[in-house]
């Protein structure tokens, strides 16, 4: 208990949230390079995932490749980068880094959310006269939605959580916080900055879930 108290007592220090170092600066740093590493994943996988969902080919190889990402943990692909032209960028190798690491959630729920499109609903609207391009806008995407979101609001708390990485390479956000405390032995910063971690991707998570429960309403209003 006295951890948890100090740990309390370290958050609600007003001393601690101001400044270049405080958990308010260090804070937005952790948002912008989620919301950085998310966007650019979004960019690399969706598209992708779209359209091999959509033509059927090639989609299991891209989801097999993507995957063997998993296996590569993210601190070890960022040591990997510091030691390359890459590790000169400031928050180069982090982004790499992370946004590799984000992809294959991204990529294989988008993929499997285009394939479990009914096909009775494919061939009903293609019937219609539909072309590829309205086909997948107008019928597949609207379907394959909901996983498609689950894909990106898996990535978003993995990169919420693994983001911490940047403080090794010299980068901003909440990871700053830990090794902080690791350098000065101080348990109770180290504790504060893994809960603001732990509640800000429970945050990421909630507002997740909220979107999911709100989509089915819009498609539903949409419909009529």
């Avoid at 993929?111 to 219609?128: F, H, I, K, L, W």
């Avoid at 429960?213 to 419909?223: C, D, I, N, S």
Wanted: aromatic share 4%; proline share 5%; net charge neutral.
């Amino acid at each position: 208990m006295n951890v948890l108290d100090d740990t309390w007592d370290w958050l609600s220090d007003p001393a601690h949230w101001s400044g270049e170092n405080g958990i308010a600066h260090r804070l937005l740093e952790h948002v912008l390079l989620t919301l950085v590493c998310l966007l650019i994943s979004c960019l690399v996988a969706l598209p992708v995932a779209l359209v091999l969902g959509h033509i059927g080919r090639g989609g299991a190889l891209a989801v097999n490749l993507a995957n063997i990402g998993r296996a590569v943990p993210t601190f070890a692909v960022l040591v990997l980068l510091l030691l390359t032209p890459v590790g000169r960028l400031s928050e180069g190798p982090t982004v790499i880094a992370l946004v590799l690491f984000a992809v294959p959630p991204l990529l294989t729920n988008a993929y499997v959310g285009m394939r479990g499109v009914d096909r009775e609903v494919v061939r009903a609207a293609r019937g219609m006269g539909m072309t590829g391009r309205q086909l997948l806008w107008r019928v597949e995407l609207p379907l394959a939605a909901p996983l498609v979101l689950t894909g990106v609001r898996i990535a978003a708390v993995q990169l919420v959580a693994t983001a911490t990485i940047a403080a090794l390479s010299g980068g901003g956000g909440l990871g700053r916080i830990i090794t902080a405390g690791f350098n000065l032995a101080s348990t109770p910063q180290v504790v504060a900055g893994a809960v603001l971690v732990a509640v800000f991707a429970l945050l990421v998570e909630g507002a997740f879930a909220l979107g999911e429960r709100w989509l089915p309403v819009r498609e539903q209003e949409g419909a009529r």
